[in-house]
């Protein structure tokens, strides 16, 4: 992975760097603190890590907007400080594309560690008297932590929000004594005040409005176009190939097929699913016809799903380790020395569309998305959205970034990972977009059949139709859902039809792997059983137990998730 660690005060222990062929890694020691690289060596004239007679620099991920950026007659490392200079603390704001970073002020004895404006990279940090230790592998502060025999505990409330959210809510994780730096957000360790200050904050949700949406369209698919170039010139700058990850969704669809159009051909489509299922067959359609190469990846039988202990280093348990774990089946084996960034639809739509499906005032303590409501009596909402003004924009902070997020961190150890629906001035302008206007992806599907009518001829796994075709939205107990799906839900609420997780009519039947495939049952419950002791608090150890035995395949995995945390780290 492509990152670092900051150590400040007296107990600085740290492990020393080894060389490997993989991960090049520094250090930088000055006064009371170590600065430790760790360097997958992609992008790497994007990336800073130096000291100079005034500052530290360390610098990580791809600045899209670094040629404009760059100041005549300066080079990157002399251009950063002099935007620091001129804009202050927050300099970065000024960045495009997934990053973070740290700047050391020698002459003010301060320091900046930031991440993006989304939290694309994570950045966790550990704060005890004037001891620091900040990083952006949440394993790198466990070691730390061991290594100098500091004590730190399970954040049960963290383990509920895991158990029923499937990741954690706010800047918490599953220990008490570590915590994430938010979204848009930097710290500041000056004279011995440690103060996080917020830089970027994505806008509120604009509920109405008199639009043209004929005018909305075409300045969306403008910003859109600007938001692809940025990211796929990043790749032609490294002579790199485009990897464009391709499903049967929407959102994927528009980032290769909007690409394609601008002349960003030569790409790689990649594609892991459950065989022959929709998420296979329609993204192999797109590609033949869109004459890519094209990379598939089974995801037949679950046994990516015995890769817990690999996915929990890397997550920390603070997210379901299953989505992690599909994604990492398939890069853990590709050669990433001539391959660019991986190119997603990340999010895509939550921002040209929403998971909001109706237009009233909904209260921020009926955040959805639980992979699981039997814990739902045991979560605490009380701080984790008092700083949104809606719904909309919580469940995109929580859901998406601190969610979705998580499933980058497989990429990002051999490479990075951009979504042109992750480009924030993109956002923006969808966000100036009245809610109305977006649910159920009305200016979506628009912008598609005006723009790209072609991209609409293949189906839509969500529909199992065609984009453009009709469909009929009715309202079921708060759920916007198309017509000719409804009599199949209220079957499955009474009981009366199997879920399409328990046949293999789904990208990630879960439940029918668990079923039929004994070796991967059989693993699942012994690693249960070997490790459900390790929970002390008995309630907690009780709920798990229950949830385990009587829960859905889903509901086992949120167990096992943190009982793997459990056993790696406490």
């Not at 848009?184 to 949406?213: H, W």
């Amino acid at each position: 992975m492509n990152g670092f660690n900051i150590s400040i005060g007296s107990m600085g222990k740290i492990d020393k760097p080894s060389e490997t062929t993989a991960h090049k890694q520094d250090y930088i020691a000055y006064k009371d603190f170590k600065v430790k690289n760790f360097s997958n060596h992609k992008f790497e004239n994007d990336n800073l890590f130096l000291e100079t007679n005034d500052y530290i620099i360390v610098l990580k991920g791809v600045i899209l907007n670094k040629k404009a950026l760059l100041e005549p007659s300066l080079n990157w490392e002399e251009t950063i400080t002099a935007l620091y200079l001129k804009e202050g603390n927050g300099f970065f704001k000024k960045f495009r594309g997934s990053f973070c970073g740290a700047l050391y002020d020698k002459k003010k004895d301060k320091w900046l560690v930031f991440t993006d404006h989304i939290g694309s990279k994570s950045l966790f940090y550990y704060k005890k008297g004037e001891v620091y230790f900040i990083s952006s592998k949440i394993s790198e502060i466990y070691a730390f932590l061991n290594n100098n025999n500091l004590s730190y505990s399970l954040n049960i409330e963290s383990a509920y929000n895991l158990l029923s959210y499937g990741y954690m809510l706010g800047d918490d994780t599953l220990c008490d004594d570590i915590h994430k730096i938010l979204p848009g957000n930097y710290l500041c360790i000056q004279d011995g005040n440690f103060e996080m200050i917020n830089y970027y904050k994505l806008p509120p949700s604009k509920l109405e409005g008199n639009v043209d949406e004929d005018e909305i369209i075409e300045k969306l698919d403008i910003k859109f176009r600007e938001a692809i170039q940025l990211q796929f010139e990043k790749d032609r700058e490294y002579s790199y190939k485009h990897l464009v990850t391709l499903s049967g969704g929407l959102d994927s669809r528009m980032t290769s097929w909007v690409a394609h159009q601008m002349g960003y051909v030569d790409q790689i489509n990649l594609t892991y699913s459950q065989s022959d299922y929709l998420d296979e067959t329609i993204p192999k359609k797109i590609a033949a016809d869109l004459k890519h190469e094209w990379i598939f990846k089974a995801l037949d039988n679950g046994m990516f799903l015995k890769d817990i202990d690999e996915i929990s280093t890397i997550s920390g348990g603070n997210a379901l380790y299953y989505g992690l774990a599909h994604s990492n089946s398939i890069c853990k084996y590709l050669n990433y020395d001539t391959l660019g960034m991986s190119h997603t639809g990340q999010l895509g739509e939550v921002v040209i569309g929403s998971n909001i499906s109706r237009l009233n005032k909904v209260d921020l303590k009926t955040l959805g998305g639980k992979y699981s409501t039997t814990m739902k009596n045991r979560n605490s909402l009380s701080t984790s959205f008092e700083s949104f003004e809606d719904l909309e924009l919580a469940m995109i902070y929580q859901r998406g970034f601190n969610g979705a997020n998580e499933g980058l961190k497989i990429v990002q150890i051999k490479s990075e990972t951009m979504s042109p629906f992750y480009n924030v001035d993109f956002w923006e302008y969808c966000r100036s977009i009245p809610l109305k206007n977006r649910m159920n992806h009305r200016i979506y599907l628009k912008w598609i059949s005006s723009k790209y009518p072609e991209a609409a001829n293949y189906k839509w796994t969500k529909i199992n139709a065609k984009p453009t075709a009709k469909q009929f939205i009715v309202n079921y107990k708060g759920r916007q859902i198309p017509l000719k799906k409804l009599p199949v839900t209220i079957l499955q609420k009474l009981g009366m039809k199997s879920s399409p997780r328990l046949t293999k009519n789904h990208m990630n039947p879960l439940e029918y792997w668990y079923n039929t495939n004994n070796d991967l049952k059989t693993f699942q419950d012994n690693y249960f059983k070997d490790n459900i002791e390790r929970i002390t608090n008995q309630g907690l150890k009780s709920d798990c137990q229950n949830l385990y035995t009587t829960g859905n395949a889903i509901e086992k995995i949120q167990v096992l998730t943190l009982l793997s945390a459990l056993k790696l780290n406490f």
